[in-house]
């Protein structure tokens, strides 16, 4: 099975304990709502973590084929998160039709987890996509053209597990 590692919050789901994306926030709203991807935790997860609203690190040992939905996975360990949540630099208003433009391209084959659109403060707007598996630059211009990122912030959720001697795991 290949591993990958992504940020996640720990939840609880139909009684199991679960990881989900963070989705680029560096700390959980507690009213938010259950993920399209998760990864079920166990009594075997290396440094088990209770139920909390900030952002951890975990290496995920991946199914296969990934579901269209639903899990994706098993925790092998959790560990504080050792990467910041990126802060948005949003947008102007003036840009948010252009913005959402953008958003209206985003292909099911990028596998969104989560695309949010909304003001971060009165003079600043943010259009977020999270996806599965990381996307490639040229692809991303590709759909959504030149200057995609001052628009919009693209985050993938899982990436490849670097082992020791510092090999890409299989995809």
């Given at each position: ?121 009165a003079e600043r707007w ?46």
């Amino acid at each position: 099975m290949s591993r990958y590692v992504g940020e996640v919050f720990v939840v609880r789901r139909e009684g199991n304990l679960v990881a989900e994306p963070a989705g680029g926030l560096a700390r959980r709203d507690p009213d938010a709502p259950p993920q399209s991807w998760f990864a079920i935790i166990d009594d075997e997860t290396a440094g088990l973590p209770r139920i909390g609203i900030d952002r951890l690190s975990a290496e995920i040992e991946l199914r296969r084929p990934v579901p269209d939905s639903g899990l994706v996975g098993r925790v092998v360990q959790i560990s504080p998160s050792a990467a910041a949540a990126q802060a948005s630099t949003g947008f102007p208003p003036a840009r948010a039709d252009d913005a959402m433009d953008l958003l209206e391209l985003v292909p099911d084959g990028w596998q969104p987890y989560e695309v949010r659109f909304g003001e971060l403060d009165a003079e600043r707007w943010e259009a977020f996509v999270g996806t599965l598996f990381p996307v490639p630059v040229e692809e991303i211009v590709a759909v959504l053209g030149a200057g995609w990122e001052r628009l919009v912030r693209i985050e993938p959720w899982l990436a490849p597990h670097r082992t020791d001697g510092g090999d890409r795991a299989a995809p």
